[in-house]
């Protein structure tokens, strides 16, 4: 694990081994944010040929975008494993480290078309096993839709909330009933729902007990 020290602020990071290269992304995202630095992967830094003609203060503004390039690529460097260093060892900034670990772990826009439409297809069948736990099903299924977010699926709490309550067994048919019928679903959190089935499972599990 790294900690990168950066305006007083501590940054762990769990280094990119080839796996759940989605998760690892998303994390690096918030801490590029959170540092100012995504702008240097969005738009990317190109060396210029030669400095020859540039004035002073574009050369002082030259060496500040490099140092702002650096900074975002010394952390891409310095969270991957040792497996995934030579990938990148030689590019040439930030946004091209991003490209290449993202063309060969996510895929080109064809490959996650093709993936989006696997996952689609995942949500559309997933169900909740009789004898699954609601904690367990409920990871496993935001798990999902948080793989379909970062292939670019835009998903609204709504649809995810309606999912959620047609994919349950038929146990859960009195609070989903109770849910529907008295509650706006467009207005609902999945949150909220998440709690509400909880609590439900939980006195289901009470009244077996006494039996």
Request: overall charge negative.
């Amino acid at each position: 694990m790294a900690n990168i020290s950066s305006s007083n602020q501590q940054v762990s990071i769990l280094p990119f081994d080839c796996e759940n290269y989605d998760f690892w992304f998303v994390k690096m995202k918030t801490i590029f944010k959170s540092l100012g630095l995504w702008e240097s992967i969005v738009e990317g830094f190109t060396e210029p040929n030669t400095t020859e003609g540039m004035t002073e203060n574009q050369k002082k503004k030259l060496d500040e975008k490099r140092k702002k390039d650096a900074s975002p690529l010394s952390l891409i460097e310095r969270n991957v494993t040792d497996l995934i260093f030579p990938r990148i060892m030689r590019v040439e900034n930030a946004k091209e480290a991003c490209e290449t670990l993202r063309n060969e772990f996510q895929g080109d826009d064809k490959v996650r078309a093709i993936k989006l439409q696997s996952l689609r297809k995942d949500l559309e069948n997933m169900k909740m096993k009789e004898d699954e736990s609601l904690k367990d099903y409920s990871s496993r299924f935001l798990e999902l839709i948080n793989q379909m977010k970062t292939h670019g699926e835009d998903i609204s709490d709504q649809r995810i909330v309606e999912k959620t309550l047609i994919s349950l067994p038929e146990n859960f048919d009195p609070i989903v009933a109770v849910i529907e019928e008295t509650k706006d679903l467009s207005n609902l959190s999945v949150q909220e729902v998440m709690a509400s089935l909880k609590s439900y499972e939980q006195r289901m599990a009470r009244h077996t007990e006494k039996l």
